[in-house]
């Protein structure tokens, strides 16, 4: 037991920031997310999301995405994950030699038309077939199911309707489920309440959470998450992030926010916050505002400790 939460020796993280996070924002050069991913894999981060192989005409600021894959110094022991949302985008990634793989499915259906264009079945089709194509090279495959806890369209969506979809995806091939909070409508009990649902527990499938902070609940759902034996978690560094399909979506959970927790709970993520924060300086100078993220403008509690009242 490690800081009070049952059975958890390590958490790993999956920075989505160069994607994700850099997504919604004005495009930022080749050159500049090469810059952004070498610095997490200086502070430890050992999954990164690099790129989109997506249509620059639909995602802008993820053009070049073959380009930045070729411009990494690979490091030994870190997975170099791409974002693709058909059976091309899967080709030319895996002509970049990713690591992985993450395709997307909505537990809401008009999020899923809306965002890929397809219906929910032709979605699980989709990724059957880029499971396929992903097999011969032994590329894993991570389905991250979107509106698990909530759709802005449909409202409520039932943790069951989210397993049964689940099971559907392990069905064809997927290596890994991953549960998007992507409205950040969740909340602890409903974190919960799928918890409980999962067929054999988080062990299931390679149980991961992709979390939201848009109304301000990211951090607590995702200690939610850890109390119930959760270790995997998707985040972006400096908090940046959201959907154009989801009206009012907020930026991912801050990578530094649940590195400062864990280092507090003593428990490992290979992480070193304070390299961590300097990718956080980087990346506002890139995207030239301000970061969402509390502790990009705070710093950690240990940088005010033992300073007299101002």
């Known amino acids: ?32 997310r090469i810059r952004l991913i070498e610095a997490l894999v200086v502070a430890g981060l050992t999954r990164i999301e690099v790129a989109a192989f997506v249509s620059p005409k639909a995602v802008p600021a993820m053009a070049g995405a073959a380009d930045v894959v070729a411009g990494l110094t690979r490091a030994e022991g870190v997975t170099y994950t791409a974002l693709v949302p058909n059976l091309r985008g899967a080709e030319l990634a895996l002509a970049a030699e990713v690591d992985e793989l993450t395709v997307t499915i909505s537990a809401s259906a008009t999020y899923n038309r809306r965002n890929v264009k397809m219906s929910i079945d ?44 689940a099971r559907r995806l392990e069905q064809v091939g997927v290596t890994s489920l991953t549960y998007a909070d992507t409205t950040g409508m969740a909340t602890p009990r409903l974190v919960v309440d799928l918890i409980d649902l999962l067929p054999g527990g988080v062990g299931w499938m390679d149980t991961g959470l992709h979390l939201h902070d848009t109304r301000g609940t990211g951090l607590v759902n995702a200690y939610a998450a850890l109390q119930h034996g959760v270790a995997r978690f998707d985040t972006a560094v400096g ?9 009012g ?38 995207v030239d505002r301000p970061l969402p993220s509390p502790l990009a403008h705070h710093g950690p509690r240990t940088r005010i400790a033992g300073r007299g009242q101002e």
Request: charged share 20%; hydrophobic share 40%.
């Open 122 to 165: 032709e979605s699980v089709d989709a990724i059957g077939s880029i499971t396929t194509l992903a097999g011969p090279a032994a590329v894993p495959v991570d389905a991250v199911i979107s509106c698990c806890f909530g759709s802005p369209y449909e409202g409520e969506i039932s943790p069951t309707d989210v397993v049964d979809l």
């Open 239 to 247: 908090g940046l992030g959201g959907s154009p399909f989801a009206h």
């Open 249 to 286: 979506a907020g930026g991912n959970l801050a990578t530094e926010g649940l590195v400062a927790l864990l280092d507090d709970l003593s428990v490992p993520t290979g992480v070193d916050l304070t390299l961590l924060l300097d990718a956080t300086d980087l990346l506002a100078t890139l």
């Open 1 to 32: 037991m490690s800081g009070g939460l049952p059975g958890l020796d390590r958490v790993v993280i999956r920075d989505v920031g160069p994607r994700d996070g850099l997504q919604p924002e004005a495009p930022v050069s080749v050159e500049d």
